[in-house]
């Protein structure tokens, strides 16, 4: 576990702006507290050099002004009695009333033994205000310093948008203290340490203090900057092949060499700060979800990520759940939403039924149909199942001109119609799975001519222009 602990004061100051910050704290009144407790208070602003755990203020970050609420756990550990609890609720009220996104620190116990149940049921005015300041469509980022445990964590620790946590901190509900001392067994090694976390898709990123500043740059240069000159162009506009071209579609879409999501951000992205999990506990790698500056457009991206699915990994319910906080995310900040859909299909297994694939595709699709931000979604190679069609729904569909959409896998078709899967080809020219035939039929808007010498990168870029046109005219209410 880390035990190197940063200060409040010394965060703050390593994030902000040099002679930014401004305080939002009151005095403390300690009148009412019994004598030995008024002496421990003492005590504790004594050794932290703070009147109270927690502080709170504004500040700029590379000139952007920002809210911020700071654990300082040399006060009394932390810990989150009465007044240091209004201190938050009044300092996050403030951020929503003054428009500003909000910076939470923690480095706590939890809430404060000496002050009991009414320091304790605070923690209730502290989500709700936190839930108004999002509802409010006002970003909200955390990072967990070590220890963060208890009601902390399960209160204004958990709420964030975006959470990152301290390398090799505590971070865990139960304090392993406490649980050795009511069973008589250690709590498990690892499991409260911020890596774990990570890993099960509780939070989003491990980073130092030193690395947060960017953190908090990336997240910004996404949430509150307005779109930014384009860079890329659309490939220009040509009539289809009146051939059909359906089967060779799907082996070039099939085949290894083909550009993917990971291509098109990594030409499209100006600026990319990925999100892992569900924040629930589940995280698979099939999808990549991140807040992005798409050619200097903010956004949410959601993308089926060709190179992470394969038989032995295939594109689960914890996937799609990922997807939908993703959408969520979108609609609450109020940002566009951009998704990328290349999957040979969802989770076929015993497991993924247990674990509602058929559920959450639903869920997703229900998620898309009704968001209100702008969408695009972009049919990028396979497009197969409900897997596919749960990231589809959009305001705008576009699609490379070999990319594909089918209930099933076209072997799949064939078997069910004739009993063999020698019949594919026939099946997806009947079906009319091409993208051509999607755009004839008016499903998809614009399609992205694909040449034959079009190497990942060519291809990608090409996507990647026609994203950020849609994406522009989606903004600007012109599409």
């Known amino acids: 576990m880390g035990t190197h602990r940063v200060s409040a004061r010394d965060l703050i100051a390593s994030i902000a702006d040099p002679d930014s910050v401004e305080s939002w704290d009151s005095p403390i009144d300690v009148s009412g507290y019994s004598g030995q407790y008024q002496r421990d208070i003492e005590r504790a602003k004594e050794r932290s050099g703070c009147d109270e755990s927690i502080l709170t203020g504004s500040a700029t970050v590379n000139g952007r002004?920002?809210?911020?609420?700071?654990?300082?756990?040399?006060?009394?550990?932390?810990?989150?009695?009465?007044?240091?609890?209004?201190?938050?609720?009044?300092?996050?009220?403030?951020?929503?009333?003054?428009?500003?996104?909000?910076?939470?620190?923690?480095?706590?116990?939890?809430?404060?033994?000496?002050?009991?149940?009414?320091?304790?049921?605070?923690?209730?005015d502290i989500s709700r205000a936190v839930t108004e300041h999002k509802a409010a469509g006002l970003p909200y980022m955390a990072y967990l310093r070590h220890p963060t445990t208890g009601g902390v964590f399960a209160s204004w620790g958990s709420l964030a948008h975006v959470t990152v946590a301290e390398p090799g901190a505590l971070v865990g509900f139960l304090g392993?203290?406490?649980?050795?001392?009511?069973?008589?067994?250690?709590?498990?090694?690892?499991?409260?340490?911020?890596?774990?976390?990570?890993?099960?898709?509780?939070?989003?990123?491990?980073?130092?203090?030193?690395?947060?500043?960017?953190?908090?740059?990336?997240?910004?240069?996404?949430?509150?900057?307005?779109?930014?000159?384009?860079?890329?162009?659309?490939?220009?506009?040509?009539?289809?092949?009146?051939?059909?071209?359906?089967?060779?579609?799907?082996?070039?879409?099939?085949?290894?060499?083909r550009a993917g999501v990971r291509d098109v951000l990594r030409t499209a992205c100006d600026s990319f700060l990925p999100m892992h999990g569900t924040d629930e506990g589940e995280r698979e790698s099939a999808i990549i979800v991140a807040l992005a500056r798409l050619d200097g457009v903010g956004c949410v991206i959601i993308g089926q990520d060709r190179e992470a699915q394969s038989p032995e990994a295939p594109m689960g319910p914890g996937a799609l759940r990922e997807a939908r906080r993703g959408m969520k995310i979108a609609q609450e900040l109020n940002l566009p939403l951009v998704s990328f859909i290349d999957t040979p299909g969802a989770e076929l297994s015993a497991e993924a039924e247990e674990g509602a694939i058929a559920g959450e595709i639903a869920r997703c699709i229900a998620a898309m149909s009704s968001l209100t931000v702008p969408t695009v979604s972009v049919l990028l190679g396979q497009g197969t199942g409900g897997g596919a069609l749960a990231l589809l729904p959009a305001k705008v569909t576009i699609a490379a001109e070999h990319s594909w959409l089918s209930p099933l896998p076209p072997e799949g078709a064939s078997a069910i119609v004739h009993g063999h899967i020698d019949a594919a080809n026939e099946m997806a020219v009947q079906q009319r799975v091409s993208a051509v035939e999607m755009w004839r039929a008016g499903i998809v808007r614009a399609l992205v001519p694909e040449f034959d010498d079009d190497s990942p990168s060519e291809l990608a870029r090409a996507v990647a222009g026609e994203v950020s046109f849609w994406l522009r005219e989606l903004v600007a209410g012109r599409a």
């Open 176 to 257: 392993p203290k406490v649980y050795e001392l009511l069973n008589g067994l250690p709590f498990p090694t690892g499991v409260q340490q911020s890596e774990n976390l990570a890993e099960h898709g509780i939070i989003d990123a491990v980073a130092t203090a030193e690395e947060l500043p960017m953190l908090i740059e990336r997240a910004l240069a996404v949430l509150c900057d307005d779109p930014s000159t384009p860079r890329l162009v659309r490939r220009d506009r040509r009539e289809p092949s009146s051939v059909d071209h359906t089967w060779e579609s799907i082996l070039r879409t099939r085949s290894t060499g």
């Open 65 to 124: 002004r920002v809210a911020f609420i700071v654990n300082e756990f040399g006060f009394l550990a932390g810990s989150i009695g009465q007044a240091a609890a209004d201190r938050i609720v009044a300092a996050v009220r403030r951020a929503t009333a003054e428009r500003l996104p909000l910076l939470a620190s923690s480095a706590s116990g939890g809430t404060r033994m000496q002050e009991g149940t009414p320091a304790f049921v605070k923690m209730i």
